[in-house]
């Protein structure tokens, strides 16, 4: 079963349906989309409700993979989501997220992302997780960055967003890295 998760603003807790209306209304600003690769624009209605679906199907099947949605403790307003994808092998995992455009700016992303890899470490005994972020989408950095991460290079036109090449910026840490950051 997927925990809830705290910080000392936020909780991460697993994604419910009742959370389906929020993130449509959130992930339906462009400037989401733009910024990631898989949330469509425009974003389609129930298109929440389906993502929330397949997660918990993923779930129900045994797969670790974890997606919290990232609630402000101060007045339980649903702002973004945050996962942790671990590959097959069970050593390693992706992290991905987003948070909605009214609270770009204010650290709720770097708390998320550090707790998720705690939880990444401590609990499924991860021993690499990394993430992505497209180049263009420098701020995405600053938050791998702020959690720890160490920046392991560019992938030139890696993938295509919108009939354009982009390129993807990959960052990482290491179990022993985030030990030796808790110690």
């Known amino acids: 079963m997927q925990p809830t998760l705290e910080t000392e603003r936020l909780l991460l807790r697993p994604l419910e349906f009742s959370d389906a209306p929020r993130i449509e209304a959130l992930a339906s600003d462009k400037r989401i989309s733009a910024n990631t ?4 624009h425009p974003y ?14 993923k779930r129900a099947q045994g797969d670790n993979e974890c997606s ?15 996962g942790i994808h671990p590959y097959p092998n069970g050593f390693r995992a992706e992290l991905g997220y ?7 700016g204010q650290g709720y992303m770097t708390e998320a992302v550090r707790r998720v890899i705690q939880y990444g470490f401590e609990e499924l ?12 989408n420098p701020a995405s950095g600053r938050v791998m960055q702020k959690a720890g ?8 036109q890696h993938f295509i967003k919108w009939d354009e090449f982009v390129d993807i910026a990959g960052y990482s840490i290491l179990r022993s890295e985030f030990e030796g950051q808790t110690t």
């Open 37 to 40: 690769l898989s949330i469509p």
């Open 149 to 156: 991460m160490t920046f392991e290079g560019v992938m030139r």
């Open 98 to 104: 987003w948070i909605g455009v009214d609270y770009w």
């Open 68 to 82: 919290f949605a990232i609630l402000r403790k101060a007045d339980g307003v649903l702002m973004g989501a945050v």
């Open 44 to 57: 389609p209605e129930g298109g929440a409700a389906m993502w929330i679906q397949g997660m918990l199907e």
């Open 125 to 136: 005994g991860l021993e690499r997780i990394d993430a992505w972020h497209f180049a263009q």
